[in-house]
């Protein structure tokens, strides 16, 4: 019966304190969606690098006459076929004839090879590693060049940089979210601390008319529960209404196989919800005890 | 429905004897017991010293003096809003120091208080005012709605129970606080001049208001500047000055 009254108490004073009330929501709101945002985008990103470590291929090229003096002969290639074959960090290789790599280039740079004489690309073997992180391992189990490769490569600086990007997006996606969520909690317990402290008057003569602490105090934490509730809601609403809506304007331009993909959004939603009700009634409990010595 | 009955008694003159004055009750415990009270406000601002006075059930006590004499200093201790820094202080018969934190609600429900700034919570009505008071009992809904309307209408405020505080006047405003105070038949109200606010005639309203509470047994202790009030009323007064009380006379005047 308590528990009525408290809640009929609390709902009574968000509909009097109405814009005092609303500003708290809107805290709470604007905190949440960004911090939800973040979390989406930023999971999302870190998806992405995942996704680009898989492209890391390594390349063994042939020799040419252009480059070592001689072509290659099918028994050398033979060789390294065998040699990729029985390797455990080689996921699978495809083999790029002279041809095909001139087909190759002269879709990208058709101004480039309109006037060759002959082919002067080497033939390749394009391996991808089982795993992204690998990708030195496999190249240096080349090493030393077989007879007839010309060169192993593996886009050493694209590999570090991809690597370093993702080490740094993590960190920063770790961080701002650290931030913000700090930024969120700030922001609510100030505006409940201003909602309170705007109400001490009244406080004040609760407790002369001979209210019990908890009979004051109650009813503001069922308010900052409510208030945090509201915007988290609202937040996650706007957060599915932006992922529906616009997510498939901007990602239409954007090449995203299907294996990239945010946290799952449920999660998320969960997650913002429970860190306001927490913010919510601590926030308002803290403060009360706090400014008004109840 | 005030106006009735026992004859104003606290407008006679000096001349003739209050024909309803409420003698104490001998042997009874007193209602408050002040024994040396001092307190002291850092820095060493004093704002009672050795204050000593007892009140029985029952009494109507005056407690004049001019801006600082402590008379708000006795309110505040009465309350338990503050605690005195010597002497020992009964309410009831109990001792105010032997009395923890989460019994200090308690207290307050049994004593009334009104002050000068009428203290109504101004985003509620009338009705819900009073009810606040009520509610922090624990008292039902039903219990409620039979009490409020009751104690409105003895007040004069029967029409205007939803009314908000900003559409009453002063007047009124200090007759919900007053209600509000009396609610629940607390043994001692206290008013801090509650007449302060009030023009002449209004004023007359409320004390009328007050001396019927008295009536009722509830002891009334009220601190107030108005000499004439007090003078016309001839009740009991204790004078202070400086924190020390100069006077202390059974049929007072302002002084």
Same mark, same amino acid.
């Given at each position: 019966?308590?528990?009525?009254?408290?809640?009929?108490?609390a709902?009574?004073?968000l509909?009097?304190?109405?814009s005092?009330?609303?500003?708290?929501?809107m805290?709470?709101?604007?905190?949440?969606?960004?911090?939800g945002l973040?979390?989406?985008?930023g999971?999302?990103?870190?998806?992405?690098?995942?996704?680009?470590?898989?492209d890391?291929?390594?390349?063994?090229?042939?020799?040419?006459? #252009?480059?070592?003096?001689? $072509? @290659?002969? !099918?028994?050398?290639? /033979?060789? &390294?076929?065998?040699?990729?074959? *029985?390797?455990p960090?080689?996921?699978?290789?495809?083999?790029?004839?002279k041809?095909k790599?001139?087909?190759?280039?002269?879709?990208?740079?058709?101004?480039?090879?309109?006037?060759l004489?002959?082919?002067? #690309?080497?033939s390749?073997? $394009? @391996?991808? !590693?089982?795993?992204? /992180?690998? &990708?030195?391992?496999?190249a240096a *189990?080349?090493?030393?060049?077989?007879?007839?490769v010309?060169?192993?490569t593996?886009g050493?600086?694209?590999?570090?940089?991809?690597?370093?990007v993702?080490?740094?997006?993590?960190?920063i996606?770790?961080?701002g979210?650290?931030?913000?969520?700090i930024a969120?909690?700030?922001?609510?317990?100030?505006?409940?601390?201003?909602?309170?402290?705007?109400?001490?008057?009244?406080?004040?003569?609760?407790?002369?008319?001979?209210?019990?602490?908890?009979?004051?105090?109650?009813?503001?934490?069922?308010?900052g529960?409510?208030?945090?509730?509201?915007g988290?809601?609202?937040?996650?609403?706007?957060?599915?209404?932006?992922?529906?809506?616009?997510?498939p304007?901007?990602?239409?331009?954007?090449?995203?196989?299907?294996?990239?993909?945010?946290?799952?959004?449920?999660?998320?939603?969960?997650?913002?919800?429970c860190?306001?009700?927490?913010?919510?009634?601590?926030?308002s409990?803290?403060?009360?005890?706090?400014?008004?010595r109840? | 429905?005030?106006n009735?009955?026992?004859?104003?008694?606290?407008?006679?003159?000096?001349?003739?004897?209050?024909?309803?004055?409420t003698p104490?009750?001998?042997?009874g415990t007193p209602?408050?017991?002040f024994?040396?009270v001092?307190?002291v406000?850092?820095?060493?601002?004093?704002?009672?010293?050795e204050?000593?006075?007892?009140?029985?059930?029952?009494?109507?006590?005056?407690?004049?003096?001019?801006?600082?004499?402590?008379?708000s200093?006795?309110?505040r201790?009465?309350?338990?809003?503050?605690?005195?820094?010597d002497?020992?202080i009964?309410?009831?018969g109990?001792?105010?120091?032997?009395?923890?934190?989460?019994?200090?609600?308690?207290?307050?429900?049994?004593?009334?208080?009104?002050?000068?700034?009428?203290?109504?919570?101004t985003d509620?009505?009338?009705?819900?005012?009073?009810?606040y008071?009520?509610?922090?009992?624990?008292?039902?809904?039903?219990?409620?709605?039979?009490k409020?309307?009751?104690?409105?209408?003895?007040?004069?405020l029967?029409?205007?129970?939803?009314?908000?505080?900003h559409?009453?006047?002063g007047?009124?405003?200090?007759r919900?606080s007053i209600?509000?105070a009396?609610?629940?038949?607390?043994?001692?109200l206290?008013c801090?001049?509650?007449?302060?606010?009030?023009?002449?005639?209004?004023?007359?309203?409320?004390?009328?208001l007050?001396?019927?509470?008295?009536?009722?047994?509830?002891?009334?202790?009220?601190a107030t500047?108005?000499?004439?009030?007090?003078?016309?009323?001839?009740?009991?007064?204790?004078?202070?000055?400086?924190?020390?009380?100069?006077?202390?006379?059974?049929r007072?005047?302002?002084?």
């Amino acid at each position: 019966m308590r528990a009525r009254l408290f809640v009929s108490e609390a709902f009574r004073s968000l509909a009097a304190n109405l814009s005092t009330s609303v500003a708290a929501v809107m805290t709470v709101l604007i905190g949440m969606f960004l911090l939800g945002l973040f979390i989406a985008l930023g999971s999302w990103v870190i998806s992405w690098t995942d996704h680009v470590k898989k492209d890391l291929v390594v390349n063994v090229y042939f020799c040419t006459e #252009l480059t070592c003096g001689e $072509e @290659v002969g !099918p028994k050398q290639i /033979d060789a &390294v076929r065998a040699d990729l074959a *029985s390797n455990p960090d080689v996921k699978e290789f495809s083999f790029v004839s002279k041809d095909k790599a001139l087909d190759e280039m002269k879709r990208r740079f058709p101004e480039l090879t309109g006037q060759l004489a002959r082919n002067p #690309l080497p033939s390749a073997y $394009e @391996v991808i !590693p089982v795993d992204a /992180d690998r &990708v030195q391992e496999v190249a240096a *189990s080349l090493e030393p060049a077989p007879v007839g490769v010309e060169k192993v490569t593996y886009g050493e600086k694209k590999a570090e940089r991809v690597l370093q990007v993702a080490t740094i997006i993590g960190a920063i996606f770790l961080v701002g979210s650290v931030i913000l969520l700090i930024a969120s909690t700030i922001l609510i317990a100030n505006t409940i601390r201003l909602s309170i402290f705007s109400r001490r008057r009244e406080i004040e003569v609760m407790k002369l008319v001979g209210a019990t602490n908890w009979f004051v105090r109650a009813p503001f934490m069922l308010e900052g529960i409510v208030c945090g509730l509201a915007g988290s809601i609202v937040a996650v609403v706007l957060l599915l209404m932006a992922k529906e809506l616009a997510l498939p304007g901007i990602m239409g331009r954007i090449e995203s196989p299907d294996d990239i993909q945010a946290w799952s959004f449920p999660v998320v939603a969960l997650i913002l919800v429970c860190v306001n009700l927490l913010v919510g009634a601590v926030g308002s409990g803290i403060t009360m005890r706090r400014f008004l010595r109840i | 429905m005030l106006n009735g009955g026992d004859g104003d008694g606290m407008l006679t003159t000096a001349a003739t004897e209050e024909p309803l004055g409420t003698p104490p009750a001998p042997g009874g415990t007193p209602m408050i017991v002040f024994a040396a009270v001092t307190k002291v406000y850092d820095p060493n601002v004093v704002a009672l010293r050795e204050a000593s006075f007892v009140i029985e059930k029952g009494e109507f006590v005056f407690l004049v003096g001019p801006s600082g004499s402590g008379k708000s200093t006795i309110m505040r201790l009465l309350l338990k809003e503050l605690d005195p820094t010597d002497g020992r202080i009964l309410v009831g018969g109990r001792e105010l120091a032997r009395l923890k934190g989460s019994k200090v609600p308690m207290l307050r429900r049994n004593i009334g208080c009104v002050f000068q700034d009428f203290k109504l919570l101004t985003d509620r009505t009338a009705y819900e005012n009073v009810a606040y008071a009520l509610k922090v009992q624990g008292e039902s809904k039903r219990d409620i709605r039979s009490k409020v309307p009751e104690i409105l209408a003895l007040v004069g405020l029967g029409a205007k129970m939803n009314n908000h505080p900003h559409e009453l006047s002063g007047g009124e405003q200090q007759r919900v606080s007053i209600a509000r105070a009396f609610v629940n038949h607390p043994p001692l109200l206290i008013c801090d001049e509650p007449t302060g606010n009030l023009d002449p005639d209004t004023s007359v309203g409320i004390m009328q208001l007050l001396y019927r509470i008295n009536r009722t047994g509830t002891t009334v202790v009220m601190a107030t500047h108005d000499r004439e009030m007090v003078d016309k009323m001839r009740k009991r007064v204790i004078a202070l000055e400086d924190g020390t009380v100069m006077r202390d006379e059974r049929r007072g005047g302002y002084g």
